[in-house]
């Protein structure tokens, strides 16, 4: 990430631990994206392997590697394969795909590349999607997962080092050439409420334990079921999928 969290001693935001116990969450966009996740994965700032945990173990995935710019947290990743909680077939590699080392740019050309809420934290986003579409195999996936609708725009994104939210429309212009889309919606419309509660009265830098709780186990539940009925038309994520 190129961000102003990313520090010479790494990444020093702090809602990595807070958003971990999010299941449901995890288990609405993992499902959206699982059926374009096949032989070698590439999790840009993957963090402590929390997309790994849940998806590197499905069928058909061969190879997955974490791509994390800090130290900390890619010494976990290999700690946590280590100790079995992530399968042998996931590595970590420090760096950003703008220094992709030697070792982690022979596992490519990739099947699939992730970018789960970490595009908004990148500076260069267009620059980031080029480099992204040129490590991606013929017939491979980009796949971005983001927090959307500039006006919710709060201390909360500033406080983790939110370069940005999305919409729609700015996903589809940064769009990386020679790519097709094939996914574009947004997720979580219950949540959006949530979102507007925080961006236009409560102003947090950051959400409780027990908001995030509340969110999770209730709204993400109904969201589940409210967003194929409205068409996927509103949300406080996005997801754009692109194929070459």
Known sequence: MESGLLTADGYVGTELDLFAAARSWKAYWSREIAPFLRGRVLDVGAGL??????????????????????????AAVDAKVAEGTLPAH???????LASLGAACAAAGPYDAILYIDVLEHIREDLA???RAAAALAPGGTLVVLAPA??????????????????????LRAIAPGGLRLVRLRYLDSVGLAASFANAALLRQAMPTSRQIAVWDRLMVP???????LIGYRAGKSVLAVWTR
Do not use: K, M, N
């Open 90 to 96: 996931v590595r970590a590699c420090q760096g950003t």
């Open 49 to 74: 392997g929390a997309t790994a945990e849940v998806l590197a173990r499905r069928p058909g995935v061969t190879h997955w590697t974490c791509l994390e710019p800090d130290r900390r947290f890619a």
């Open 222 to 228: 109904l969201s589940r079921r409210v967003d194929p």
């Open 128 to 130: 980031e999607l080029a």
């Open 149 to 170: 609708h500039p006006r919710l725009y709060s201390p909360f994104d500033a406080a983790i080092g939110h370069e940005r939210r999305y919409t729609r429309a700015s």
